[in-house]
T-cell receptor
């Protein structure tokens, strides 16, 4: 089945460490997104990309960077992790032709100590 | 700042009843409205979306928009225990590719 996968699924790290979260998809979608979800705050958009050469900041991009290595791969990096980046991170994809339909990956639970 | 507000719940309804979920939005120019379902520990999945020009029915689910009062609702008919989940409302503003999500309403359907 065409799918969205995220690695790792769980990660515990320490303050100041560099962390990369990876997202891959086999849906053939050109648009990819990174969100974080915090209890009581809902889902918030970090970055989004409409193709390999197009990267856009979302609502809360500070402290994060991304890389679109290929149409199917979109990575999120935390250059120097801090405790308030502890959250559940979701990657999502959509097709340009049906951009309203976003499909979410299973999520990565990140804990920064 | 664009805001989407939802009652966090929990909203409890008996099996077979109609569940009514609501959210309000602050951006009057919003054009697309989304309802996602998220089971505990799982990722959000899209139930349905509507544009500013009308309501939509899909099986047991109906999404309705009240533009004048700036709220959107999701009705779930013949509620089932499997409908127990958190329901996220999201809104896309005019000319924007970004979705603004509410914090979600937890629904519990009691057998």
């Amino acid at each position: 089945d065409a799918d969205v996968t995220q690695t790792p699924r769980n990660r515990i790290t320490k303050t100041g460490k560099r962390i990369m979260l990876e997202c891959s998809q086999t849906k053939g979608h050109d648009r990819m997104y990174w969100y974080r979800q915090d209890p009581g705050l809902g889902l918030r958009l970090i970055y989004y990309s409409f193709d390999v050469k197009d990267i856009n900041k979302g609502e809360i991009s500070d402290g994060y960077s991304v890389s679109r290595q290929a149409q199917a791969k979109f990575s999120l990096s935390l250059e120097s992790a801090i405790p308030n980046q502890t959250a559940l991170y979701f990657c999502a994809t959509s097709a340009t032709s049906s951009y309203n339909e976003q499909f979410f990956g299973p999520g990565t639970r990140l804990t920064v100590l | 700042q664009k805001e989407v507000e939802q009652n966090s719940g929990p909203l409890s309804v008996p099996e077979g009843a109609i569940a009514s979920l609501n959210c309000t939005y602050s951006d009057r120019g919003s054009q697309s409205f989304f309802w996602y379902r998220q089971y505990s520990g799982k990722s959000p999945e899209l139930i349905m979306f509507i544009y500013s020009n009308g309501d939509k029915e899909d099986g047991r689910f109906t999404a309705q928009l009240n533009k004048a009062s700036q709220y959107v609702s999701l009705l779930i008919r013949d509620s089932q225990p499997s409908d127990s989940a958190t329901y996220l409302c999201a809104v896309r503003g005019a000319g924007s590719y970004q979705l603004t999500f509410g914090k979600g309403t937890k629904l519990s359907v009691i057998p």
